[in-house]
Each structure stands twice: as structure tokens, then as C-alpha cells.
């Protein structure tokens, strides 16, 4: 079974201070993993992808396999960073569109 | 750059009744899939189409239903609507070819009395 799981539904940080957001997943294949961001009032946007190896926004993320983890990550928040957070996995055969997802991380960056 | 589309833009039903919610895709996308999405929880699988098949379905009842016409664009269809169909439906589209990701509408807020 495919799952995602992201075990802070909240979580506050002070600008300038590290992020890091949870993810965890369980499929028996090799998955595709994203993270998704949605801010105040926009629709849900794709924030980077594990294939792609790249950093958006400052923010990265590692597929870590033996960990079956994709951990989200920023060296130092800053306020428009706030937004609600989801981690995804897409299995299966090539050009199935499946999204699965975690449910939800609300990213607070205080003042 | 339109993106993707989708109307209503909010719909307020009573039990029992159906509901169509229609979806256009990013142009020269031919992928559209649907998603469910309950307050406090992220969205989840309904249906993927390409090329008007039917290509994925999640686990919802035969209530829910789709089709995709041959301009790609989209629509969900739900009958004998009850209280937990209560949600916001997000329609998402790719080019549907290899592993390009998926681009997501506004949705459609769903409330059933």
C-alpha cells in the first residue's frame, strides 16, 4: 500500500531559524516524491520534486531510501515561507498520474 | 498563462441530489485527474483520465463518476450526494507523458445541507 505520512499537522519557527519539515512514505516500489505548497488564498503549487535534485526557494529536500523519508528543508526561514505544506508520492506503472498524499504541515514563521 | 480551470467555483447541494463539477486542463495538456479533499486532510485520488480513458481510480464509490471530452477537458459527476461528499474538488492536468508533474486548479467547494 502506498502512504505518506507527515506527523506535524503544525509547526511555528522564528525567522532566520532552520526548517525542516517531515515526511515519510511507504511503497514497495521506486516512488516519485514532491512536495507541494499552498499559500494564503492560491491554489496548491508544486514546490520541487525529488528527481529534479534542485532548490527552490532555498528550500531542498533529500530522498533518503533506507530512511524511506523526504524531509524538507530551509537553513533559514523567512516570512513568506509561511503556508501549508504537502509532501506526496507518485508509484505505479509510467504515465499513471496517482498523487498520494500526507496530510498537511502548517508552516508558521513568527517575526 | 490561463492554467487550469475550474467551475463552480463554489456549489452548495442538498442530500441526495447530484452534482457535475467541470474542469479544463492547461492547453496542450491531455491528462486530467481529480482529487478530493476534506477540511484538515490532504487531498485524495479520485480518477485519472488520458486521451478520454479512464486511466486510475481511487477507492470512492460508483457514485462518483467522469469523462473526459475530446478537447481534454473534464468532468466529475456525483450522485445521491450525502453530508461527507462535503469537500473541496481539485482537478489537476499534466502533459500525461513520462514524469511530468501535475498542475492544480483552484477546485470547486462543495457543501452538502
Known amino acids: 500500500a502506498q502512504r505518506v505520512t507527515q506527523p506535524e499537522k503544525l509547526l511555528s519557527v522564528f525567522k532566520g531559524a532552520p526548517v525542516e519539515l517531515k515526511c515519510n512514505y511507504s511503497?514497495?516500489?521506486?516512488?516519485?516524491l514532491f512536495w507541494y505548497v499552498q499559500y494564503s488564498r492560491q491554489r496548491l503549487q508544486l514546490l520541487l520534486r525529488?528527481?529534479s535534485r534542485e532548490s527552490i526557494k532555498g528550500f531542498t529536500a533529500d530522498l533518503n531510501k533506507g530512511e524511506t523519508s523526504f524531509h524538507l528543508k530551509k537553513p533559514f526561514a523567512q516570512e513568506e515561507d509561511s503556508a501549508m505544506y504537502y509532501c506526496?508520492?507518485?508509484?505505479?506503472?509510467?504515465?499513471?498520474?496517482?498523487?498520494?498524499f500526507g496530510q498537511g504541515t502548517r508552516l508558521t514563521i513568527n517575526p | 498563462d490561463a492554467g487550469v480551470t475550474q467551475s463552480p467555483t463554489h456549489l452548495i447541494k442538498t442530500r441526495g441530489q447530484h452534482v457535475t463539477l467541470r474542469c479544463s486542463p492547461i492547453?496542450?495538456?491531455?491528462?486530467v485527474s481529480w482529487y478530493q479533499q476534506v477540511l484538515g486532510q490532504g487531498p485524495q485520488f479520485i480518477f485519472q483520465?488520458?486521451?478520454?480513458?479512464?486511466?486510475g481510480r481511487g477507492n470512492f464509490p460508483d457514485r462518483f463518476s467522469a469523462r473526459q471530452f475530446p478537447n481534454y477537458s473534464s468532468e466529475l459527476n456525483v450522485n445521491a450526494l450525502l453530508l461527507g461528499d462535503s469537500a473541496l474538488y481539485l482537478c489537476?492536468?499534466?502533459?500525461?507523458?513520462?514524469?511530468?508533474?501535475?498542475?492544480f486548479g483552484d477546485g470547486t467547494r462543495l457543501s452538502i445541507l
Open positions: 489537476a492536468s499534466s502533459s500525461g507523458q513520462g514524469n511530468q508533474p501535475q498542475h
Open positions: 506526496a508520492l507518485r508509484g505505479g506503472i509510467q504515465g499513471a498520474q496517482k498523487l498520494v
Open positions: 492547453s496542450g495538456h491531455k491528462s
Open positions: 511503497y514497495s516500489g521506486s516512488p516519485e
Open positions: 483520465y488520458y486521451e478520454k480513458e479512464e486511466r
Open positions: 525529488h528527481i
